[in-house]
C-alpha cells in the first residue's frame, strides 16, 4: 500500500494542475468572448441611431416604439428623453422591466439589451441630456421633458460583421451577464 501511495499522489497532483489550467483557459476564453461581444455591441449600437424600447402595458402585451437613445454609456447604460404624460412612462411606473432592440446599421446583426427602467425627472440631469431638436416637441422642458434611464442586467449580441453568430442547432445568440463586467 505505501508503495501506491507516491503513484497516487502525482496522478492527483497532475490531475489538480491540469484542473486547474483548463479553468484558468476557460476563464480567458469567456474573458475574450465576452470582449468580443461588448466592443461588437457598443459598435452596433453606436452606429444604429436610433433603437426600439420594449414596454409592457396593463394588460402585459409588449408595446414597442422607436426611440431616439443618448450613446450608450461604458457600462451600457442608455438614456431617452420622452414627454413626461406618455404611455410609455406609466408603463415603466407599473412594470420598470424593459428590452431595447438596436438593429446594427447593415442589418447582418443585432443588440437586445434586457434591463431595468427607471423615471429621472432630474433637472440637471435634464440639462445635461438634451437635443436642441427637441425644442418643439417640449414647448414646456421643465415639465414636459422626462429622463428614462435602463440600467442592464444581460444582453444578447449576434454580429455576421464581427462573426458573432447564434449556435448552429438551437440558434441560440451569445449573452453577457452585466455583473460578470462591472
Known amino acids: 500500500m505505501k508503495q501506491l501511495r507516491k ?16 479553468f ?3 476563464t480567458e476564453q469567456k474573458d475574450t468572448t465576452d470582449n468580443k461581444l461588448i466592443n461588437a455591441a457598443m459598435e452596433i449600437m453606436t452606429a444604429a441611431g436610433t433603437c426600439a424600447l420594449i414596454t409592457l402595458d396593463e394588460k402585459d402585451l409588449p408595446m414597442v416604439r422607436v426611440m431616439d437613445p443618448f450613446l450608450p454609456e461604458s457600462d451600457f447604460t442608455v438614456w431617452f428623453g420622452t414627454n ?13 422591466n424593459v428590452t431595447l ?10 443588440v437586445v439589451i434586457h434591463g431595468m427602467a427607471q423615471l429621472v425627472d432630474d433637472q440637471k ?4 441630456r438634451w437635443k436642441d431638436e427637441w425644442e418643439a416637441f417640449y414647448p414646456n422642458k421643465t415639465e414636459d421633458y422626462l429622463l428614462i434611464k435602463v440600467s442592464p442586467e444581460w444582453m444578447e449580441v449576434l454580429s455576421y460583421t464581427h462573426g458573432i ?7 441560440e445568440v451569445p449573452v453577457v451577464f452585466f455583473d460578470s463586467i462591472k
Open 101 to 110: 432592440y438596436y438593429l446594427d446599421s447593415d442589418a447582418s446583426g443585432y
Open 125 to 128: 440631469e435634464k440639462d445635461k
Open 7 to 22: 503513484p497516487i499522489l502525482i496522478i492527483l497532483s497532475i490531475l489538480f494542475v491540469l484542473t486547474f489550467k483548463s
Open 165 to 171: 453568430v447564434g449556435d448552429p442547432v438551437t440558434w
Open 84 to 96: 413626461s404624460k406618455s404611455r410609455k412612462v406609466n408603463q415603466i411606473k407599473k412594470n420598470p
Open 24 to 26: 484558468s483557459q476557460n
